[in-house]
């Protein structure tokens, strides 16, 4: 082992990261949003994606939708690491439960004549994608569903003239009966 | 509308927080007076149930709160103003964070419509002590703040303990609202720490137990956090099992040192005994300690051979650092009952004389041995005697960081929790001295020592003159080898012996500081003038400066050197040049 003069035990560790999607539960009150952001800054995790809307107004309640990606040993700090927080509810791996669904909304600026103009309308129908602002010279779609799909539907607007893109982020949510 | 005048819950925020200080069985607030407290310091004027200890600099409040909280078991209540006076506490908040002791910091914040404007002494007290904090809340409305600080004080109590913050706008001190006691609602139903152990889990921990060849139990704070009667089960766990057990810095004291099972601390300066124990064993029971860094040495080399059992009341402490088998959550007490109780009925002491004979040779190297000499005071030496001289006496001690920290654990043995107090995860230079003046608070009688080194304690030394105006009769027993012993002895085994900056020069004479302050200066040069010194140190009712002059160059052994594991320790007789520079060589030491 060589490390180099350091009172602390430097060592790299090799386990593969994973892609997790985590719902979390907590009370809309100030700075609940800081807390959890500066827990990842601060214990060095990372955030891929993060939304955050208050699901139901009467009891106050917040839904927080945190993708992040690190080792298994990682993911489960972060798990127990969120619960611990005063104003948190639950943690639930979305990944974990197997049959979640995500979600993400995009709208993505267009700028083009000709036939770019009519390529990428006909690929915003293959993609179930919706016209939402139209000139002569632009348009403005909306398209929703999992990041990839979205991913590439901005790949392929790229040589069409793209202009901007404005993405929401994953949403989450369990199928089935059951509530989080 | 009725008439509230006469309704004795409607007071001023201001005195709403004195009322829930007493509400809480607050006997003592450290702090510090300021533009934005000054009307709770006009309510505390007006009192008597309340004594207010008024401290130096506020860090030397947060630490003499937490040297209260720690040897009392309550928590420990601070007050300071905004600004300079919140950010002075950020040190002693994140080093209550990191060894869970439970404090109650209030700090007054500019008036809520000046917030966020740069004001006078403004600073985002919440945001500023939001990571150092297990939880802080910010009071923008006086009916709010019964509740918040009802629930501050359960928050900060149960579960792991930690700090947290009550930021208190001045508005808000001098707004009239609705007090109530302490009810159950006040508290986030989202907060509900786990205190009992599961059972199933409880059950595997005892079979493992109950099979175990070469087993050890680590013991660390969270037993003494959970109150003496944890410290007893563990006692009662270890005399039905048989066991070896050995502890974290923080966990001294919950086993006696005195204990025949006992194998002395752990970890990077931890006896060769228990590391060596630790690393063989098949079965490990940690109570209340958390895998650190200082604990485990190289993780991928740690006790390779073992089953892990975890017991600890914070979730996101298992499987953090080590992986382990068995995690039980919950309170250290609660879950050693349950534990205790199951073994006794359902399992016999195991056989383990093999296991016992195999520590008797790893205690047989002496791993904490030192050269005698007649003709300097050695560390070592020094606080074996102040130990022995002590023995018998209602004695508390808290230390400084650095190498009299370390041989403070090593040579000073303690028989009962909650007597030792240390910075031991944020390892905080300037700890002991303030956290001296809190625990002769909280035990007036008591003999109060902070071991001290010569450069740690003068970070905080002006609250030598909070000891004097309280009349706080504390020992500083300082081992004075002139140097940041710590840094130096790195810099030595790592960075080629050149020791940058870590000679104290221009030190103060600490026994005319002593007489400057109005309190006692004593110094002792030879082996021989010792004994008599620390006798005369204890006979004095006040507090005392004792300057014990050390030898210089002594190295604080034995070691784990980085990136080595529990085996492969450096122990005092073998730490020659040659075996140091081959020890650290994959540093650039010694080339």
């Known amino acids: ?180 | 509308m009725t008439d509230k005048s006469h309704d004795p819950n409607q007071m001023t925020g201001a005195a709403m927080i004195v009322r829930a200080l007493i509400d809480h069985g607050v006997q003592h607030v450290f702090g510090y007076p300021g533009g934005a407290v000054l009307p709770i310091y006009d309510e505390i004027f007006q009192q008597s149930e309340v004594e207010h200890i008024l401290v130096r600099h506020e860090q030397g409040a947060g630490h003499a709160a937490e040297g209260y909280a720690r040897s009392t078991g309550k928590p420990g209540v601070v007050l300071v103003t905004s600004g300079p006076g919140a950010t002075n506490m950020v040190t002693p908040l994140t080093d209550a964070l990191m060894d869970s002791i439970p404090l109650v910091c209030i700090t007054g914040q500019v008036p809520t419509h000046l917030i966020g404007n740069d004001a006078f002494q403004e600073c985002d007290t919440v945001g500023i002590t939001r990571p150092a904090t297990k939880h802080n809340w910010l009071v923008r409305d006086v009916n709010d703040l019964a509740r918040v600080l009802h629930e501050a004080f359960y928050v900060a109590t149960t579960g792991r303990p930690g700090p947290v913050v009550v930021d208190v706008p001045k508005d808000v001190q001098f707004a009239t609202g609705t007090y109530h006691p302490p009810r159950k609602s006040d508290v986030h139903v989202s907060y509900t720490p786990r205190v009992k152990g599961d059972a199933t889990q409880i059950r595997k921990a005892v079979a493992l137990l109950a099979n175990a060849k070469r087993p050890v139990i680590y013991s660390g704070g969270g037993v003494i956090n959970s109150g003496p009667e944890a410290s007893q089960l563990l006692r009662q766990l270890v005399e039905a099992t048989g066991f070896p057990i050995t502890s974290t810095l923080m966990g001294l004291g919950a086993y006696p040192a005195s204990g025949p099972n006992w194998l002395g601390m752990l970890g990077m300066h931890g006896t060769y005994e228990a590391n060596m124990t630790m690393h063989d064993c098949d079965v490990m029971l940690c109570v209340g300690a958390r895998f650190d860094d200082r604990i485990t040495g190289r993780t991928d080399a740690f006790s390779p051979g073992s089953k892990k059992i975890h017991i600890d009341i914070d979730p996101s402490s298992i499987n953090k650092n080590i992986r382990v088998d068995v995690p039980i959550i919950g309170d250290c007490g609660n879950v050693l009952g349950d534990l205790l109780q199951v073994f006794k009925a359902e399992a016999k002491k195991p056989d383990i004389k093999a296991w016992w004979q195999q520590i008797a040779q790893w205690r047989a190297r002496n791993s904490l041995s030192y050269r005698k000499n007649n003709d300097v005071i050695l560390p070592q030496y020094a606080i074996q005697r102040l130990f022995e001289l002590t023995r018998g006496k209602d004695t508390y001690i808290t230390t400084e960081v650095g190498q009299h920290q370390m041989w403070a654990a090593q040579f000073f043995g303690f028989e009962e929790p909650h007597r030792w107090m240390t910075s031991g995860g944020l390892g905080t230079m300037g700890y002991g001295l303030p956290a001296a003046v809190g625990v002769q608070v909280a035990h007036p009688d008591s003999l109060v020592i902070d071991i001290a080194g010569d450069a740690s304690v003068q970070m905080t030394i002006q609250e030598m003159s909070t000891a004097v105006q309280f009349e706080l009769p504390i020992k500083i027993f300082i081992l004075n080898n002139q140097y940041m012993g710590m840094v130096r002895q790195w810099q030595q085994l790592l960075h080629g012996n050149r020791l940058s900056h870590s000679y104290s020069e221009a030190l103060p004479d600490f026994v005319k500081l002593a007489d400057a302050y109005g309190c006692v200066g004593l110094q002792a040069h030879k082996p021989a003038d010792l004994d008599g010194a620390i006798k005369e140190m204890i006979s004095i009712k006040r507090p005392v400066l004792f300057d014990c002059r050390v030898a210089a160059l002594e190295n604080c052994f034995p070691m784990i050197p980085s990136g080595k594991a529990h085996n492969e320790m450096l122990l005092p007789e073998e730490a020659t040049d040659e075996a140091t520079a081959k020890a650290f060589s994959g540093g650039k030491a010694l080339v």
């Open chain 1, 1 to 180: 082992m060589n490390q180099p003069a350091s009172a602390y035990f430097l060592e790299e560790r090799h386990d593969p990261n994973e892609t997790h999607t985590l719902s979390v539960l907590v009370q809309n009150e100030p700075g609940v949003l800081a807390r959890v952001i500066g827990l990842f800054s601060g214990r060095g995790y990372n955030i891929d994606s993060l939304t955050v809307s208050e699901t139901e107004n009467q009891k106050h309640l917040s839904r927080i939708t945190i993708v992040t990606t690190g080792t298994p040993m990682v993911i489960q700090q972060i798990k127990h690491q969120l619960d611990r927080m005063i104003p948190v509810y639950r943690v639930v791996d979305m990944t974990l439960t197997g049959s979640s669904i995500e979600r993400e909304l995009a709208m993505v600026k267009v700028r083009g004549g000709g036939d770019h103009r009519v390529e990428a309308l006909r690929l915003a129908d293959a993609f179930r994608a919706r016209v939402i602002d139209a000139t002569t010279e632009s348009f403005v779609f909306e398209i929703t569903g999992n990041s990839s799909k979205i991913s590439q539907f901005i790949d392929l607007m790229r040589p069409l003239g793209l202009v901007e893109v404005s993405r929401t982020g994953v949403a989450a949510i369990t199928r089935g009966p059951e509530g989080m």
